[in-house]
């Protein structure tokens, strides 16, 4: 992936109250439609639709780490710190 000049800057410096706060609560959606997803309440369309949210945040919580790990790289910081 490459990255813009602008997330280069947004995503490559210290890690901020910003940055643990957004990662805590997609984290925290993730769970919570993780387990809607497969509680056994949830059936037919409302799972395959619980399903898709889940993977949507998913989707967005990888892309923030991506853009996180090349940014950190890029600064010359080890992609593994202080990512989530």
Known sequence: MNITEDQYKAFGGEESLLWKEVIKAIQQTQEQLWMQAISSEVKG???VHACGQA???NMIYSLLISLRKE???LNGLTSEEDLA
């Open 45 to 47: 369309e409302d799972r």
């Open 55 to 57: 993977d949507g945040v």
């Open 71 to 73: 940014a950190r790289v």
